[in-house]
């Protein structure tokens, strides 16, 4: 056994076929299914059922492939402990960033750790909430900023803050003169909601907004997109949408005037960071952490 060959049996349960698993190990297919065959015949064993498409491990293979997880995972905490010098922020991280707040996180959160930690090499991927989990789950990605996670509980969460939602509508106006509304001042119906938004606020606001329905008569429908894409849609179109108060600051001034804050009750999102509870770079974790707090605003006045 080898540490090549228990990251072949990961990326083949990974993608569940042999072919694309070798593209993703940038080695041959052959040499691929033979180290895998290695494995199997040096210990009696059979670790996928190769009769069966897609391919999929079988019930002792999920077993040696959950092992071999934690094993690759101890060598890489072993590795970064052997070359660690003097503890520094360095080293290459691939970071996802849910598409509810990348607009807007990413551009702070890239000034300050490319000013402050040169040596830190990061990968930003922004994607859904689901596709972030699947990522997580396949160690496709080391740490994500994410949503209301369902994780497992191998997985470190950080809370780092509550998420106001602001409502932005060209066609509203405001009913007194601090920039707020009520619930019952807007037909929801107008309202385009991001699809991994809907299910966080029919769960917190169901009671207030009803049943949501989109409204009727609409020939196209925007499902899901970039917060930022659905804003110049409405922006052209009229409609109205929910954004995150760290989105304000994008907004060129003459538009501010159409974000409103709720009052009384109103819709947030617990927002967190996500990784692996062995993942060795804690050291970036925590500065991940540090920097976005000083990014995040605070609480919307009058909300």
């Known amino acids: 056994m080898n540490f090549q060959q228990l990251s072949y049996i990961i990326a083949v349960d990974r993608h569940q076929n042999f072919h694309r698993a070798a593209v993703d190990c940038d080695v041959a297919q052959s040499t691929l299914s033979k180290e895998i065959q290695r494995l199997e015949q040096e210990y009696g064993i059979i670790i996928f059922d190769r009769t069966r498409q897609p391919v999929v491990p079988t019930l002792k293979g999920v077993d040696l492939i959950n092992k071999a997880r934690e094993i690759l995972q101890k060598r890489r905490e072993f590795v970064h402990i052997a070359q660690r010098r003097d503890n520094p922020v360095a080293g290459h991280m691939k970071l996802a960033l ?3 707040l990348a607009p807007y996180l990413a551009p702070f959160l890239i000034r300050s750790l490319s000013r402050k930690y040169p040596d830190l090499h990061l990968e930003i991927l922004e994607l859904s909430d689901r596709r972030i989990e699947d990522l997580l789950t396949d160690e496709g990605i080391d740490a994500a900023v ?9 997985y470190f969460e950080h809370t780092l803050y509550r998420e106001q939602l602001l ?5 509203l106006s405001p009913t007194r003169g601090d920039g707020t509304v009520a619930v019952g001042d807007i037909d929801f119906g107008s309202v385009l909601i991001h699809e991994d938004l809907k299910e966080i606020l029919l769960r917190q606001l169901g009671s207030l907004f009803g049943d949501y329905a989109p409204e009727e008569g609409r020939n196209i429908k925007y499902l899901k997109g970039n917060l930022e894409t659905i804003r110049h849609i409405i922006r052209t179109n009229g409609g109205a949408m929910l954004v995150p108060t760290l989105a304000r600051s994008f907004f ?24 692996s509870r062995g993942f060795e770079k804690t050291r970036i974790i925590k500065r991940l952490i540090e920097e976005i707090g000083q990014i995040v605003p605070a609480p919307v006045a009058g909300a």
Do not use: C, N, W
Request: charged share 25%.
């Open 98 to 100: 849910t598409e509810i």
């Open 146 to 154: 994410m949503i209301s996670p369902s994780l497992a509980k191998e």
């Open 167 to 171: 409502l932005y509508s060209p066609e």
């Open 252 to 275: 060129p001034e003459h538009e501010q005037r159409h974000l409103f804050a709720f009052r009384g009750v109103h819709p947030e999102l617990d927002v967190s960071l996500i990784s």
